[in-house]
């Protein structure tokens, strides 16, 4: 149907728009102007991420399926597609397969997208560039395998060229940190940083990202906003930590914990997951050998919680 056609070129135009509107932003030196690159960055994306839904079938750009009718839709007035229903939609009706990798990418810019508008969040111009670039790179591929647009494309070309001197700008930045992180001893623990979201950049004793020199004043906090569900499990994977529990040292919620090791967020220490033991009864954590609870039928029950009943 060329009418239809005609509908998403204008939307993939649109996206693209948004996206050459943030390349733009993020290169004055503002931070208003960062906060903006973010919110036109992932305008753009879910722009782009509609028009595949709508190639597929105008209705399908609908929240609700029952509700899709030309007439409104034409008029553009009617509640589009919420953004989990979005990915859920292109993965389970269009047949395309996200991957693991990508999904992230782009479930972290609309996480993070969400901090900026919500919690007046300062930005740092390193990171909004890794990110950035981490998002367009799985975009833009995105684009012409689905044949969204004609390649040649004014703004598309535009965008590519951009990406290719960040290309550079990421490659540089991870020469200048290499030979500091390499040298680090062996006990200081690098994590992915909420910040830019590179891998293995954030200094977790000095709470300091080498990528976009953050030093995080509150990184639990930054963390839990950033990797978590409400449930406190991850929800997308944090490399080998699973899940969230109460560190038996600081007392606040905010140990990770993998099979071979537990970092706390907030205090730092570095435990193994046999050093500590809940109890059955509270769920605190305690530390083994300082003798703050004992176990009742192979079950550790704190003296708080045994006593309890007594005072
Ligand atoms: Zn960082
Ligand atoms: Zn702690
Ligand atoms: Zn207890």
């Known amino acids: 149907m060329s009418g239809n056609y005609k509908v998403e070129l204008t939307i993939v135009e649109n996206g693209l728009d948004f996206i050459k509107r943030s390349l733009i932003e993020l ?16 305008a753009g994306l879910e722009l782009i991420l509609k028009a595949r839904l709508q190639k597929e079938h105008w209705s399908l750009v609908f929240e609700d399926i029952n509700k899709a009718n030309l007439e409104t839709f034409n008029k553009g007035e ?20 996200m991957g693991f990798k990508t999904k992230k990418k782009i479930q972290n810019l609309k996480k993070y997208r969400n901090r900026i508008e919500h919690f007046d969040l300062s930005v740092n111009k390193k990171a909004l560039e890794a990110i950035t670039f981490k998002v367009l790179s799985v975009l833009i591929p995105f684009i012409y395998k689905e044949e969204l647009i004609k390649r040649d494309h004014d703004t598309l ?3 590519n060229e951009k990406l290719t001197t960040m290309d550079d700008y990421i490659t540089q930045r991870y020469k200048e940190i290499s030979p500091i992180i390499k040298e680090l001893p062996s006990e200081v623990r690098l994590l992915e940083c909420p910040n830019c979201l590179q891998n293995r950049t954030l200094r ?51 140990l990770l914990v993998a099979d071979d090791e537990c970092l706390c967020i907030t205090c730092c220490k570095i435990l193994r997951p046999k050093e500590y033991v809940k109890c059955i009864d509270c769920g605190i954590s305690h530390l083994f050998g300082k003798e703050e609870g004992e176990f009742i039928n192979e079950e550790y029950v704190c003296y708080d919680c045994i006593f309890k ?3």
């Open 204 to 254: 977790l004793d000095e709470k300091y990202c080498y990528f976009c020199e953050t030093t995080f004043k509150n990184l639990s906090v930054e963390f839990i906003s950033r990797f978590l569900n409400f449930d406190e499990h991850f929800n997308i994977s944090y490399g080998k930590f699973k899940f969230l529990d109460l560190c038996p040292c600081c007392e606040k919620r905010s």
């Open 78 to 97: 009617f509640k589009s597609v919420a953004f989990e229903n979005l990915i859920s939609r292109l993965e389970g009706i269009c047949d395309i397969e």
């Open 157 to 159: 070309k535009f965008i």
């Open 27 to 42: 290169e004055k030196d503002d931070d208003m102007y960062f906060k903006y690159a973010i919110l036109h960055l992932s």
């Open 309 to 311: 009943d007594e005072i």
